[in-house]
């Protein structure tokens, strides 16, 4: 049986880069799956009155229909940089230790979600020509007898 979509394939710290004028590397929790990548906060203090809502608001999926690639991959020192491009052209910096691996594992899973998408997609076409080709199948077979 194939394992569960969300299952974890590799979980881990990854620092992103964000986004402000610093720029600054930000620690990140990371989960891999099969579907894509999971950035949840560090766990921060908890709130005074908790708020149900907001835990899931912090966690972001990049999700892999979403991304176009892993690129620059880079080692300086003990860290591995890389940029994950999102189909907007959106681009997140990354960087882990270097054996960690993550830029490796993103670019697996991303290369067998888009090919899963890609059988699927071929599936599909298959069944649509099937269908369409088998009212037609009777007449072409009677017009071959007359032949």
Request: aromatic letters at 6%; one cysteine or more.
């Amino acid at each position: 049986k194939k394992p569960a979509a969300t299952a974890a394939v590799k979980e881990g710290v990854l620092e992103k880069r964000s986004d402000g004028l610093l720029q600054l590397w930000k620690k990140k929790r990371c989960i891999l799956t099969e579907e894509g990548l999971l950035l949840i906060p560090p766990k921060q203090p908890p709130p005074q009155q908790p708020l149900p809502a907001e835990p899931a608001a912090k966690i972001k999926e990049l999700h892999f229909s979403n991304m176009k690639t892993v690129d620059c991959v880079e080692r300086k020192g003990k860290y591995v940089y890389f940029t994950v491009v999102m189909a907007e052209g959106k681009e997140i910096d990354f960087r882990c230790a270097q054996e960690q691996g993550w830029n490796a594992a993103i670019t697996l899973q991303m290369v067998q979600y888009k090919n899963r998408q890609a059988i699927l997609a071929v599936r599909s076409t298959r069944q649509k020509q099937q269908h369409l080709a088998q009212p037609h199948g009777p007449r072409l077979r009677s017009a071959s007898n007359s032949a």
